[in-house]
């Protein structure tokens, strides 16, 4: 009997593989399209204008998991097949328009930010639907687009070519998670130190549970774009540097928010490898970083805290995982609408905590859960989060994705981790 059932779920696992590739196989080649787009507004109103669709040599993603299960992100685009009206290929993500939106600037101006959807290519044509995230929580279509795969519009000029080192990883990038690490502020003569930082900060990140346990399962590559001028921009000190991908601290004048809105040079260069995620990894010794859920994630090469912030922003950027602080500097004002589940896994508002981590709880934690002596260590729903010292709730008094004192993740936010990562290789 026992022979039979670990048969039949052999058979069982062999079919959905199989059901994924031939999905795959029906509906795309093995590259990527990639779409090019301005996001417009200002705190109440977007528009979007399209900028330019081309083709790309290498396609990282998964062949098996190609529509979202998870619902992260502000914002989601979808593929749909022209001719049957089936979902083919959905992909949630977060964008620096959307945040700049709730800062104090956004009520005084109109800005357009530059955006860049990846998707594998498709053998026919299909419907591209962009949807962002409203206040109620609700997602609705903000733009469509229909795309002829035989257009001859669509640019397939090959990428720039920049040398790149495959610093890790032999897997094949269906069934793994591809990184590209990005130099920034690294000149010609530094190439070297970028290599050998790449590694040392992708290191880092394979050191934190559970990345640790899937570090056979990742791809690392480092592309050597050169800058002109060694470093990064900090206005507040009058401090700028011509570099490839533009970034900046003061973001949003934050000082430590160490970002950049180049969001084509980033593609353009990562386009070089097939990738997943893209991490730029900046040629300075500051503190700072930043992450965006499936758009980038960044940080200094050289700070002390530099183990810490890596994973902390590569949290954000590949998993989704929200800011549990609710004490520190930020430039959002009212970033959640406490009356709405958050979409982030390791923040909850209560509404609709069930969904969250609620079957991890113990049945001696209460709920809420004082933020005491007693309940260190332990998984709770302490108020706090979100940049909120009030009406959200994270799961620990203390995570990565609090403070720079953890350096690991709570078990919420490792779990959530996790499922990104088997999602990504195609479990």
């Known amino acids: 009997m026992a022979t039979k059932s670990i048969v039949f779920i052999i058979l069982i696992t062999l079919s959905r593989v199989c059901c994924g590739q031939s999905g795959f196989e029906k509906y795309f080649e093995d590259k990527s399209l990639r779409i090019d787009y301005m996001m417009a507004g200002d705190f109440d109103s977007q528009a979007v204008f399209f900028k330019d669709i081309k083709e790309e040599p290498f396609w990282g993603g998964s062949t098996s998991n190609l529509v979202d299960r998870f619902g992260y992100g502000n914002y989601c685009f979808e593929l749909y097949d022209l001719k049957s009206g089936e979902l083919i290929y959905s992909k949630g993500f977060n964008s620096l328009f959307q945040e700049w939106q709730s800062t104090a600037e956004a009520k005084e101006i109109k800005k357009a930010f530059y955006q860049v959807n990846v998707m594998p290519y498709p053998k026919n044509s299909v419907r591209f639907v962009l949807k962002s995230r409203k206040w109620d929580g609700n997602r609705e279509k903000i733009w469509e687009y229909t795309i002829d795969p035989t257009n001859y519009f669509i640019t397939e000029e090959k990428p720039q070519a920049i040398p790149f080192t495959k610093i890790m990883g032999e897997g094949d990038p269906a069934t793994s998670v591809d990184i590209a690490f990005i130099a920034e502020g690294y000149t010609a003569k530094e190439m070297d130190k970028f290599k050998a930082d790449a590694k040392r900060v992708a290191g880092y990140l394979l050191d934190v549970p559970p990345f640790d346990r899937y570090a056979d399962r990742f791809n690392i590559y480092a592309i050597e774009s050169v800058s002109e001028e060694s470093g990064t ?26 970002t950049t809105f180049d969001i084509k040079s980033l593609h353009d260069i990562s386009a070089n490898v097939p990738y997943d995620q893209i991490f730029v990894l900046i ?69 609709h905590f069930h969904e969250k981590w609620e079957n991890m709880l113990s049945d001696t934690v209460p709920v809420p859960t004082p933020r005491s002596k007693k309940y260190e260590g332990k998984i709770g729903v302490f108020e706090g989060g979100g940049y909120s010292a009030k009406g959200i709730y994270s799961p620990a008094q203390d995570c990565k994705m609090k403070s720079n004192r953890m350096k690991h993740f709570c078990h919420v936010c490792e779990k959530a981790v996790e499922e990104v990562i088997r999602f990504t290789i195609g479990e």
């Not at 921009?233 to 160490?258: A, H, M, Q, S």
């Not at 890596?310 to 998993?319: D, I, K, L, Q, Y």
């Not at 602080?325 to 589940?341: F, H, Q, T």
């Open 233 to 258: 921009d900090i206005p507040g000190e009058n401090i700028y540097r011509n570099t490839v991908v533009n970034t900046t601290f003061y973001t949003f004048d934050v000082d430590r928010y160490l």
């Open 283 to 351: 040629n300075t010794d500051k503190y700072g970083g930043g992450g965006f859920y499936n758009y980038y994630s960044s940080c200094s090469a050289d700070n002390a805290l530099s183990y810490e912030v890596s994973s902390h922003e590569f949290g954000h950027g590949f998993a989704g995982l929200a800011d549990e602080y609710y004490s520190s500097e930020v430039a959002y004002d009212g970033y959640y609408n406490l009356e709405v589940e958050p979409w982030e896994p390791n923040i909850t508002t209560l509404v």
